[in-house]
């Protein structure tokens, strides 16, 4: 898929293709230096203390089951609800556990959700428009800390 063929909305984003499938770009990222940059045990180096993207996932398309280290909070924002499975935290992911990012509270939705650590995880969106999120990873998010099944 190309960019031309994203909803005008997304357009103006300014996304690129995510290695883990979807459309994203970067909108924050603290400055690296104390006390915006951590050394959190274990890590190879600094991180800063927290990074965020707008992510979309366009209908039929799916993201690849992915671990990052950090905390992920994980926004809904328009379009689609989304369905975020969870796959434990061991070496592969496990049976997944759904959970509905979207803005029907009534229907089971949660406008935001929570993958903590190291948890596999992967999204899709559930119907025929895309779906906009944010995605907040603390330490921040550096593809060093990223791992595709």
Do not use: N
Not at 79 to 97: E, K, S
Not at 137 to 142: A, E, I, L, S
Request: proline share 11%.
């Amino acid at each position: 898929m190309s960019a031309t063929e994203l909803p005008d909305w997304a357009k103006s984003l300014d996304l690129q293709p995510h290695p883990e499938g979807g459309w994203y770009r970067q909108t924050w990222r603290s400055e690296v230096g104390l006390p915006q940059a951590v050394l959190p045990a274990g890590y190879t180096g600094d991180r800063a203390a927290g990074t965020a993207i707008y992510f979309v996932l366009m209908p039929g398309e799916q993201s690849a089951w992915h671990t990052v280290r950090g905390t992920e909070i994980w926004l809904h924002h328009r379009g689609a609800p989304v369905q975020l499975d969870l796959g434990g935290d061991g070496d592969a992911p496990g049976d997944p556990t759904p959970l509905m990012v979207g803005p029907d509270i009534a229907a089971g939705h949660q406008p935001q959700a929570l993958v903590p650590p190291g948890v596999w995880q992967r999204a899709r969106p559930i119907g025929d428009e895309a779906a906009l999120v944010s995605c907040i990873v603390v330490p921040g998010f550096d593809f060093a800390d990223f791992r595709l099944a």
